[in-house]
């Protein structure tokens, strides 16, 4: 007797994720994992400190307000008036989610009508797509598109959206627009000019902007972010989404907030109050305490908004040139913590890998089974028509600290540089955690400024470098 009860029309062909195909490959502790966006490297200790102090609060274990906590929401506005120029009303303007995530799917499920048409552009975001379907709207694909590149490196900023396509992908029924800056997975800083195209379109065709922009503060030298809701015309149509963890590095906090206009984010405080109804209050108190610490000091380059990305924009430097120097041809991210790269130059023979999947996939489930490294597919962020445009991309991760390659390094009689490093680490380690503070003030000091950064950056690239060179040309 077949069993009656099967899934919704709404989730039907959704079953299909990169993130638990590759999340299951990677949990093998032998496998390196620069594939997904997961940080190892610890957040600001006054971020933990505020969460344990949090804690012992009785009344912070307890709900708190379902549309978010009020110190939080309070300073978040601060925050964003500061940024956007404009008056942000902490009830009515902002609601605090469960991660990025979680102000995506308010927003779509609060905006979005069955048979809508929503402009997302490629590659995208995995989750966009599936949450326009489960609203029963339909995607509708822009490519960013790679001008043509010279030398041996590439930007992310060569890569474009075709003004005169995109205006082709409006019209009557297009309900919104999908923003990505700074994009993932290629790391575009989309520059005002650009913007200035989609909000024209926005505002000609009376379409909202749901703008991810999760990494708004990992931008490097040379660029600037620009809220598209600041452009005229566009605060009263874009729903603007941030994340903690992005923000400070604690991804496992899963709080996320989507800020715009009244008429807007009451839609979705509706999708809120009957789902999740609320976030867990001891993690937006320690939140908001870290924000209002780093708001104090705006002015003050030490502040975490901004450090953060100059700590990552020499990891991003370095990765790029081990690439580089194994013949690949990287896509410098101008903003972000991902890099795609093209891998068709290493000419792996693949021809025993499974036929009916695109060549990324193949070649990542090759370098997983061979190399004991992963990374991520970046088909697995298109829509079936632009698969080949991008099918010869794989996304890497570089927000990853000085011990990632300590814990797996594989026996290779190459690994010398690793192993030398390591033996320094074991040094510096050996210092900091004993008991001659006096020793710690004359040496560590020096240990830091002259190995820290080889650590933080060259180490735990050091297996790339080697799984890249090893591989066949």
């Known amino acids: 007797m077949a069993f009656k009860h099967k899934n919704t029309k709404r989730i039907e062909g959704l079953d299909v994720n990169v993130w638990v195909e590759f999340t299951k490959v990677a ?30 609060v009785d009344r912070l274990n307890q709900y708190t307000r379902g549309f978010g906590h009020p110190l939080l929401v309070k300073t978040l506005s601060q925050i964003y008036e500061r940024v956007c120029g404009r008056k942000i009303d902490p009830y009515t303007d902002i609601l605090v989610t469960v991660g ?20 997302i552009i490629e590659p995208f975001f995995d989750c966009y797509v599936p949450m326009v379907k489960m609203a029963g709207a339909k995607p509708v694909f822009i490519p960013l598109r790679n001008k043509t590149a010279i030398g041996n490196s590439a ?40 913007l200035q195209v989609i909000a024209d379109l926005c505002i000609k065709y009376d379409t909202l902007c749901i703008s991810d922009e999760v990494y708004e503060w990992l931008v490097y030298k040379g660029n600037k972010h620009i809220k598209i809701a600041t452009l005229p015309g566009m605060w009263e149509r874009t729903i603007t989404i941030g994340s903690a963890g992005k923000t400070y590095s604690v991804t496992g906090w899963k709080l996320g907030w989507s800020i715009g206009p009244q008429h807007l984010i009451k839609h979705l405080q509706v999708v809120q109050q009957n789902t999740l109804y609320t976030c867990p209050t001891p993690l937006q108190e320690a939140l908001a305490q870290a924000l209002c610490i780093d708001f104090k000091r705006m002015d003050d380059p030490d502040c975490y908004f901004y450090s953060l990305s100059r700590e990552l924009e020499s ?13 690949l041809k990287p896509v410098i991210p101008d903003g972000g913590y991902f890099m795609i790269v093209d891998v068709s130059a290493l000419n792996v023979d693949l021809s025993d890998m499974e036929a009916n999947q695109h060549y990324d996939y193949k070649f990542v489930k090759w370098m997983i089974k061979s190399k004991k490294l992963s990374a991520i597919p970046l088909t697995a962020f298109c829509g079936p028509e632009t698969k080949k445009q991008f099918e010869k991309y794989i996304r890497f991760c570089f927000i990853k600290g000085m011990d990632f390659l300590f814990l797996h390094q594989q026996p290779n009689s190459l690994l010398v540089d690793a192993t030398q490093h390591r033996s320094k680490t074991l040094q510096y380690k050996s210092i900091t955690h004993g008991k001659d503070h006096k020793q710690l ?33």
């Open 27 to 56: 949990a093998d502790p032998s496998i390196v994992n620069l594939g997904q966006g997961l940080p190892d490297i610890s957040p600001p200790s006054y971020v933990k400190e505020e969460l344990a102090k949090a804690a012992t």
């Open 100 to 119: 990025g995530y979680g102000s995506l799917f308010s927003a779509i499920q609060g905006l979005i009508e069955e048979g809508d048409e929503v402009v």
């Open 155 to 194: 930007s992310s900023a060569d890569w474009i959206l075709d003004p005169t396509e995109l205006a082709r992908k409006f019209n009557s029924r297009t309900k919104a627009i999908i923003l990505n800056t700074p994009h993932n997975p290629i790391g575009k800083v989309f520059t005002k000019e650009e």
């Open 315 to 327: 990891k991003r430097n370095r990765m790029a040139q081990l690439l580089q120097g194994v013949g």
């Open 441 to 473: 003030d004359l040496f560590g000091r020096k240990m830091y400024s002259s190995l820290m950064l080889q650590l933080l950056i060259v180490n735990y690239m050091a297996l790339l470098a080697v799984t890249l060179i090893t591989m066949p040309h």
